[in-house]
């Protein structure tokens, strides 16, 4: 008898020394912890994070080292018709007093009348550093309402950055707290449905937090590699509570179908661990090598979410096939305690004795694509490629102020201001580096370059007060704001972007010795992020598809498994983006899920969305096939052993599912368009995944293709190890466990 395998070998030993195992865990977990708290978050640097020529320009600037102050402004607007001057001259001048008292500004400027008389502006400069300003910006909102209590008759709001950014934060703080509150009970009540048992419902959440928080102190460490992001710590609680239910999930079930069979404990521990636990490993390699295809995509964003990705993942796996079996181990016929009456008798695992009743569901579902596999095949792949043509025009751009959340007084502020004043709206940064003693040229130039933008009706009209110029101290830099009054995500705002690139600005600056010029802000970015992605994902597909291949073929034996694997997920992955399209894009959604649509796609969105579906559904297509093969193993023919890793696997690919499109979706509740995108994307691919792919298409395809299914090359056939199980039953005969 060959050696017993590594899963098999960490179970035992876990079974059989479980509060050695548990006490390990729990030592490892504080450790990460601990370590990653003392070591400190090493954060990406604008370096870091600099993409295309608006990555460039953004160097430029911070080589300037400029004194940038964080500014606010009192915006004073009629409540109806038109503004009455002498009143808005006199609130101008309240505000102004009160402000110039106010701890934390440190300067008030002259009030500044918009083109057509339609607001009055009143610019303020605040002190200390720019970045906290929006924690210390309250006072100043305080005192601009004690000048509207002052001035009823007339619109007196605070606008600003500062003042966004807190009503930002306190909106968007409020959704994050909520969808981190309603993630863990509705994850919590769904697998309680799924066990009819409570402590079998705490198991795989207790594994999950336990390895979201080890993963978030190794992250901290790992940062000190690769820099981390601000985003990276939601990815870990995204993915980690999503694999480690889900792994848990896997091996709690089989490990309790065992036991109701009559085996014991330690057997039914051993023969989790040898069926599902191999399962998550390879479903755990799989995602772990989607998420390393981030690495190659050359942003610090994608490879900060990567390590964090791959970590909490690893974690996963190592507590599924260590602590988990301990725990079982310990509980014993506990885990099924205390049960839920009604929910215990719908759920409880099959005994395999005689007279117990069969579902029918399952075995229905099934029915078409056992008996007409060819016509299921056809019909559901077709609608599969029907719901992804539309990503065929998917585009792609950052969302922009015009896509923030309008239910905020400081956002219907930004509106007013922007259209009575364009110039503080979008803008093109045009940053310029050349030698200190060109720089009069430098001035002269970017002042005619102005002078032509705002000619043209690609660009707003220069203000009064002459074109924004900011010179270094050493007057080697020097940067220039081009307003546009179109909005950020507007096909005008990117053609006018494109002009200055192109057009405008060569022809300025071009002929300056020793001049480096680059042209950025928040559409430049957009524009730039976009066709990075554009770029890479052609790369990153192919690693993750490569790779992928190699694992599922040296774990199935068989290149046919692996091609239909790559195939599955790639016409999985494709309809979630197509009906991000026509949700996001279409914008027929917009009152049902209430957002407006923004006509693209968030740039980010495609390359992370690719390696997740693609990491995330190989957990189900693992556990599915590796049934499939249990059956073929035990003597059953093709047909029936289709049937049989179907039906047996159902309820808990249907549990997982559910556990992780509840989680999904409560991300489409938020107020940002990327969150709600993000939601909608994860929970609807993986939806149609674990039911139109793994109970329609996945045994419609294997059964068509019969013996081919375990087709390979000589060099990569070996004999199949006797499974432990029992024979499994006939083919009419079967049904999902649980």
């Known amino acids: 008898m060959g050696a017993r395998p590594v899963t098999v070998r960490l179970a035992r030993w876990s079974a059989e ?8 865990w729990v030592v490892f977990v504080a450790i990460c912890f601990v370590g990653g708290s003392a070591a400190g978050l090493n954060e990406a640097t604008e370096s870091d994070q600099a993409i295309g020529e608006s990555g460039r320009a953004g160097l430029i600037v911070s080589a300037g080292d400029f004194h940038d102050p964080a500014v606010e402004n009192v915006l004073i607007t009629p409540r109806a018709g038109t503004l009455d001057q002498t009143a808005a001259r006199a609130a101008a001048d309240d505000a102004a007093a009160r402000l110039r008292s106010v701890t934390g500004v440190a300067g008030v400027g002259q009030p500044v009348s918009a083109r057509d008389g339609s607001a009055l502006l009143l610019p303020i400069t605040m002190s200390g550093d720019p970045e906290t300003a929006s924690d210390r910006v309250q006072p100043l909102r305080d005192a601009t309402a004690g000048v509207q209590e002052a001035h009823p008759q007339l619109r007196v709001e605070q606008v600003g950055g500062p003042s966004i950014n807190k009503a930002l934060d306190d909106t968007l703080g409020k959704d994050f707290q909520r969808a981190e509150l309603l993630s863990l009970p509705v994850t919590l009540a769904i697998l309680i449905i799924a066990f009819g048992a409570l402590i079998a419902a705490g198991v795989p959440v207790l594994l999950a937090l336990s390895s979201v928080a080890a993963a978030m102190g190794l992250s ?14 939601s990815v870990i609680l995204l993915i980690g509570m999503a694999v480690g239910v889900d792994y848990s999930l896997f091996y709690v079930r089989r490990e309790r179908e065992e036991r109701a069979k009559g085996r014991s404990g330690l057997d039914a521990v051993e023969i989790a661990a040898e069926t599902s636990g191999h399962a998550v490993v390879v479903s755990g390699f799989a995602v772990i090598i989607s998420m390393a295809g981030l690495l190659l995509a050359g942003d610090a964003v994608f490879s900060s979410l990567a390590v964090g990705s791959i970590l909490v993942v690893a974690v996963a796996v190592a507590g599924s096939l260590t602590v988990l079996p301990a725990l079982l181990a310990k509980l014993g016929r506990w885990v099924d305690r205390p049960r839920v009456p009604l929910l215990w008798r719908l759920t409880a695992p099959r005994t395999g004795r005689p007279g117990e009743p069969a579902p029918r569901f399952w075995p229905a579902v099934l029915r078409p694509a056992l008996r007409a596999p060819v016509p299921t095949l056809v019909i559901s792949v077709g609608l599969l490629l029907a719901l992804a043509a539309p990503a065929l025009g998917m585009k792609l751009k950052f969302p922009g102020m015009e896509d923030l959340p309008r239910s905020t007084p400081a ?3 930004y509106d007013r201001l922007t259209e009575a004043f364009p110039s503080n709206g979008t803008s093109h940064t045009v940053a310029v580096r050349a030698p200190a003693a060109e720089a009069d040229r430098v001035r002269a130039a970017l ?19 002459g074109p924004k110029i900011q010179v270094s101290d050493d007057r080697r830099v020097s940067v220039l704001e081009v307003a546009t009054p179109y909005a950020s995500r507007d096909d005008k705002a990117v053609d006018s972007m494109h002009r200055l690139r192109d057009e405008l600005v060569p022809a300025e600056l071009g002929g300056i010795p020793g001049v480096e010029y680059a042209v950025g802000g928040g559409v430049a970015a957009s524009e730039d992020y976009a066709a990075h992605v554009r770029d890479k994902l052609p790369l990153v597909m192919g690693f993750v598809l490569v790779l992928t291949f190699l694992v599922m073929v040296l774990t199935f034996r068989s290149v046919v498994v692996a091609v239909s694997s790559i195939v599955l997920n790639l016409l999985s992955a494709g309809a979630a983006y197509g009906l991000l399209v026509l949700v996001f894009q279409g914008g027929w959604a917009d009152d049902l899920l209430g957002f407006t649509s923004m006509g693209a796609i968030v740039s980010w969105l495609p390359l992370f969305l690719f390696v997740v579906l693609f990491g995330l559904s190989m957990d189900y297509h693992v556990f599915v096939v590796s049934r499939i093969r249990e059956g073929i193993r035990a003597g059953m023919s093709n047909r029936d052993a289709v049937a049989y890793g179907i039906t047996s696997s159902a309820g808990v690919v249907t549990s997982a599912a559910i556990v992780m499109v509840g989680v999904f979706s409560i991300f489409a509740t938020l107020s940002t368009i990327d ?22 298409v996945l045994p419609a395809l294997m059964t068509m293709l019969g013996d081919a299914n375990w087709w390979a090359p000589r060099f990569l056939r070996r004999r199949p190890a006797a499974t432990p199980t029992d024979p499994p039953a006939p083919a009419d005969e079967l049904v999902p466990v649980g």
């Open 17 to 24: 020394h479980p509060w050695r195992a548990i006490a390990l």
């Open 447 to 465: 002042t005619d370059l102005a002078g032509r933008a705002g000619g043209d009706p690609l660009f707003a009209p220069v203000e009064a007060d």
């Open 220 to 233: 901290t460490l790992a940062s000190h590699l690769v820099p981390s992001t601000d985003v990276t710590s």
């Open 411 to 413: 956002m219907q502020a």
């Open 675 to 696: 969150m709600k995108q993000l939601g909608i994307g994860l929970a609807a691919a993986i939806l149609l995944d674990a039911t139109i792919i793994r109970a329609v």
